[in-house]
């Protein structure tokens, strides 16, 4: 448990859907990230939120729209997805931007049909 | 690790043998490089890490070696143990813009018992 959790653990969606995925850390950390884990790419992190507001977006595509409510929290809004976005979705915080140590939730593996 | 699907390199051990994985990385201003370590069904989990002004860190059971000259991190494990597998990702963290992090396609250990 590394005190990061994601909801839903699963998601499929249609390709006219509207969905969100959930962040939730309790660990006092005041910076989250959204990051991409596909099969064919490495790695990929999509957004930087630091106390709550935004620092990186590292040219995500519209539909994938992030929002940062408090300090504790992090979405993921999605809309008109593709099925090249189907990808494991990690969300991830650290007490800084600075820290090398980012904790990681368990992902959201999201299937678009 | 969710990054089944990826033709990842693979490393096999015995256990209790001391296992090594390598990882190249390209961007020389880079400020620090890190080790995270994915198991099957889990985000990837800080191992640790090393700042670009050194060569050697040591941690429980792991080393870390840097060779800036041919752009080359190592992670060691002595006395590899079978929770020791999973997919191992080395990353980057630029020093002109801490919000990043970059991260390698990833090496998977397997230890076999």
């Known amino acids: 448990e590394t005190g990061v959790t994601q909801t839903p653990r699963h998601l499929v969606m249609g390709m006219t859907n509207k969905k969100s995925l959930k962040c939730e850390q309790h660990l006092g950390h005041n910076a989250m990230y959204w990051y991409k884990q596909s099969a064919k790419k490495p790695l990929e992190l999509m957004f930087v939120?630091?106390?709550?507001?935004?620092?990186e977006n590292n040219s995500v595509p519209s539909r994938f729209s992030p929002e940062c409510p408090n300090s504790s929290h992090l979405f993921l809004h999605l809309h008109t997805l593709q099925p090249e976005d189907s990808a494991l979705y990690l969300c991830?915080?650290?007490?800084?931007?600075?820290?090398?140590?980012?904790?990681f939730g368990q992902g959201t593996r999201l299937t678009v049909v | 690790g969710e990054s089944v699907g990826l033709h990842l390199p693979t490393l096999s051990v015995q256990e209790g043998d001391n296992s090594i994985i390598n990882c190249a990385y390209s961007?020389?201003?880079?400020?620090?490089f890190i080790w995270y370590k994915q198991e099957s069904g889990k985000g990837p989990q800080f191992i640790i890490d090393i700042r670009s002004n050194m060569d050697k860190r040591q941690g429980q059971r792991v080393t870390v070696l840097l060779n800036k000259t041919v752009k080359h991190l190592s992670l060691q494990i002595a006395a590899t143990q079978p929770g020791d597998s999973a997919v191992y990702f080395c990353a980057e963290k630029p020093r002109y813009n801490f919000n990043k992090f970059y991260f390698g396609s990833g090496t998977k250990l397997n230890v076999k018992p």
């Open positions: 961007n020389s201003a880079s400020d620090y």
């Open positions: 939120y630091n106390f709550k507001e935004q620092t």
């Open positions: 991830a915080s650290s007490q800084a931007t600075a820290n090398t140590e980012a904790f």
